[in-house]
């Protein structure tokens, strides 16, 4: 696939940012425009022995709030997994892919709108309020997530967010997120940016 040819020749070029670019964009626009077998087909072509652990741990990460829904995907998960043992041992696994297996997304499921949005031939609703659990799940994912896609202070506020998680409020939760599209660091990608802008898709919960 070509988007998979071109991240490999710009992180060739020591250009991994816009490798990993390429790649989040390709998922996100898929996942936005419905398209899962796309997504689906760059995850069976995907020769695992070519990719760098960056690109294979990205493909994870940009596809995990669909994961429940892309039938190749557990497949290639372990996959990876196997491939990150061989390449630097058991040891490494949880701190590259820790989280992003994604059968957690299934008690999430409400967080594939924040890609896919609604039908168009359904009629427009106002915005539902978030469900707590698809909150707690990108507060958790963003706790572990790889180089290149949070910022490190971002990713330690997260960790202890997550750590802490019990003494928010459902709109304390809505507010951590969604301040996280809004912040401008250079070491956030625009798929987090994506992901955390609750408030382009839900209300604010009722302060409890």
Not at 30 to 44: F, W
Not at 73 to 89: H, N, P, T
Request: glycine fraction near 4%.
């Amino acid at each position: 696939m070509k988007e998979l040819e071109l991240a490999m020749k710009l992180e060739s070029e020591d250009k991994t940012d816009r490798a990993i670019d390429v790649i989040c964009n390709f998922c996100l626009d898929s996942l936005e425009a419905g398209d899962l077998a796309a997504v689906d087909a760059i995850l069976k072509e995907a020769d695992l022995q070519k990719l760098s652990i960056t690109l294979m741990v990205s493909l994870l990460s940009f596809t995990f709030i669909a994961a429940d829904r892309i039938p190749y995907r557990q497949q290639f998960f372990e996959s990876v997994k196997d491939e990150i043992i061989k390449r630097e041992g058991n040891k490494r696994v949880k701190s590259l892919i820790g989280g992003l297996e994604g059968r957690k997304a299934k008690d999430a499921r409400s967080a594939i709108s924040l890609l896919m949005g609604s039908p168009k031939n359904e009629k427009k609703v106002d915005k539902p309020q978030p469900k707590r659990e698809m909150m707690e799940v990108i507060v958790e994912q963003l706790s572990v997530a790889p180089d290149g896609q949070v910022a490190e202070h971002i990713r330690k506020d997260c960790e202890e967010a997550h750590k802490n998680i019990q003494k928010y409020s459902d709109a304390q939760l809505f507010d951590f997120i969604n301040n996280i599209a809004k912040t401008s660091c250079c070491g956030t990608s625009s798929f987090v940016k994506t992901l955390c802008a609750l408030d382009e898709f839900y209300t604010k919960p009722d302060e409890s």
